[in-house]
């Protein structure tokens, strides 16, 4: 099993809409998650982390952890076509983050 | 500019060949990390140091595959050896120390490895 999952997608929504990205993870005792987003071509870059169960909002970006069910997701809402790209779970361990595969997510217009 | 800098950014080699990358950190960050990622995958940890200490390196990574910091500042990594299955991009990061709990890892722009 690996230790952090994505469904790599793709995930196409329509512009406008809420995109509902999702990652579980294999470390019970993980204790902080992150999303990266990453461009074609272009490296990692982090949009959000979280800790606590429950929600966190960063403007059209919502993070929601579940530590019970070892479930981390990603939404955003009012999609733009600029939201296109490979979304990057990431779970803290050791010093180190691992990564999961990536969902790769088309916004079209 | 103030980023994280790899070089080269490009390489092509032939098989058994010996390749080294050098990252060059943000310069007050202590901590430097080296991933690979190859298409349609997540970036997988390959090592990282504290200064110049290597605290971790993965268990799937192969002897041929070294790693220094040797003042704590730039950092190398040598592949000897190369095997076509080695083509990957090689990401570096750095973060200020203590900071992974917030999980922002500055990437560079990869150093791309073709094996032929």
């Known amino acids: 099993q690996k230790e952090v999952e994505q469904n790599s997608g793709p995930l196409s929504v329509p512009e406008g809409a809420i995109a509902s990205l999702n990652c579980t993870y294999s470390d019970r005792g993980s204790q902080s998650f992150f999303w990266y987003r990453q461009y074609s071509g272009k490296s990692p870059e982090l949009i959000m982390f979280i800790y606590s169960n429950g929600d966190k909002e960063d403007g059209r970006f919502t993070a929601q952890l579940n530590k019970a069910s070892q479930y981390v997701s990603l939404l955003i809402r009012d999609s733009q076509p600029s939201d296109s790209a490979t979304y990057l779970c990431?779970?803290?361990?050791?010093?180190?983050?691992?990564f999961g595969q990536g969902t790769t997510l088309q916004v079209k217009p | 500019d103030t980023g994280v800098s790899q070089d080269p950014r490009h390489k092509i080699t032939k098989r058994g060949q010996n390749v080294t990358f050098r990252c060059d950190p943000i310069?007050?960050?202590?901590?430097l990390y080296w991933y690979r990622q190859t298409l349609g995958q997540g970036p997988e940890f390959l090592t990282y140091f504290q200064n110049e200490a290597q605290l971790e390196k993965s268990r799937l990574l192969s002897d041929r595959f070294s790693a220094e910091r040797p003042k704590g500042s730039f950092s190398t990594l040598e592949i000897q050896r190369t095997e076509q299955g080695d083509s990957a991009m090689y990401l570096c990061a750095s973060s200020p120390s203590g900071t992974v709990g917030t999980g922002e890892l500055f990437f560079g722009e990869g150093s791309r490895l073709t094996v032929l």
């Open positions: 990431a779970v803290s361990a050791t010093g180190k983050l691992i």
């Open positions: 310069s007050e960050h202590n901590r």
